[in-house]
């Protein structure tokens, strides 16, 4: 049932009867949780899944705060939700994903969309410093209000299988310099960020994480006006094999130098910004032309 937009209704006893139900999937799909009157209403409740008690993986499409807090306070349905999709939220300002150890162990998944009022999101400490070991792609679009992505600081321990991160529509996102810190990361779109000045903060970018980005393969960046940097300093980047950087007017260079590039990635743009790069030398330059691909 995932993936199907078009699902408005779904009886209780469709599903509520399936007592060895082990796997159950609304991702991007059925979403009218608790929005009937409770006690008249012949549809499916959160309560229903709830009381499915071989379930074990769950994907759920969510969009409002009541649906939120019932799954938030639901120890049952915490525990196995793999596939989570928030959408058009009204006065979500904070999303916990992670109330005590275990909370999110599951999730591979995380979509937000169109939460006009969301600012960050948030594990609680009392989940432990290893929080959603099992995350691979997150997806962020139409989040105006979003000013960091986590509040909490992403260690060493945390998302060690994220693999994907897609922004799109954040116009208040500064940066997104706890991507350093993943070490799986492959793909990183940042998309109509208007407010973005630099990608790493040069803040963030302490000695210990020269060796960053140990697997990304993919860098899209398009319509970030007020770009400045990707980052201060080199970075080897030596799995990079795509990178991409359209409407980028005031992002003069690019992230790295042919000497610290084991092997170098394509790189997609205008031939007019490319023309007005800023390079080290006339070597580095030279070097890099055949890699340039006109967008």
Same mark, same amino acid.
């Given at each position: ?211 960053? &980005? %140990?697997? *990304? /393969?993919?860098?899209? #960046?398009? !319509?970030? @006006?007020? =770009? +400045? ?7 080897? &980047? %030596?799995? *990079? /094999?795509?990178?991409? #950087?359209? !409407?980028? @007017?005031? =992002? +003069? ?10 092997? *170098? ?31």
């Amino acid at each position: 049932m995932q993936r199907n937009q078009y699902l408005r209704t779904i009886p209780r006893e469709a599903i509520s009867g399936l007592c060895q139900l082990r796997v159950l999937n609304f991702y991007y799909s059925y979403s009218a949780w608790e929005m009937h009157d409770f006690e008249v209403s012949t549809e499916l409740k959160l309560m229903d899944l709830e009381c499915l008690k071989n379930l074990d993986s769950l994907g759920i499409t969510i969009t409002n705060i009541s649906a939120l807090s019932r799954v938030s306070f639901s120890k049952s349905l915490r525990e196995c939700i793999q596939y989570l999709y928030i959408k058009e939220c009204e006065g979500l300002y904070d999303l916990p994903l992670s109330l005590y150890p275990g909370d999110g162990d599951k999730l591979r998944r995380l979509s937000i969309n169109n939460c006009t009022e969301l600012r960050h999101l948030e594990i609680n400490e009392a989940a432990g410093q290893n929080w959603l070991p099992n995350l691979e792609i997150l997806a962020l679009n139409g989040l105006p209000s979003l000013t960091s992505i986590w509040k909490n600081r992403v260690s060493h321990g945390c998302l060690l299988n994220l693999r994907c991160v897609n922004i799109w529509h954040c116009e208040k996102l500064k940066n997104v310099s706890w991507t350093l810190r993943l070490p799986k990361l492959e793909t990183l779109y940042i998309f109509y960020c208007k407010e973005m000045e630099e990608v790493i903060s040069g803040e963030d970018l302490a000695e210990e994480y020269l060796n960053a &980005f %140990p697997k *990304l /393969k993919i860098m899209s #960046i398009r !319509d970030v @006006p007020e =770009l +400045r940097s990707i980052c201060h300093n080199t970075i080897s &980047f %030596p799995c *990079l /094999k795509n990178i991409a #950087i359209i !409407d980028c @007017p005031k =992002l +003069r260079k690019l992230p790295f130098k042919a000497h610290t590039v084991s092997k *170098l990635p394509t790189v997609y743009c205008y031939k007019g910004w490319w023309d007005n790069l800023v390079w080290d030398d006339d070597d580095t330059k030279h070097t890099f032309l055949p890699y340039f691909t006109a967008a």
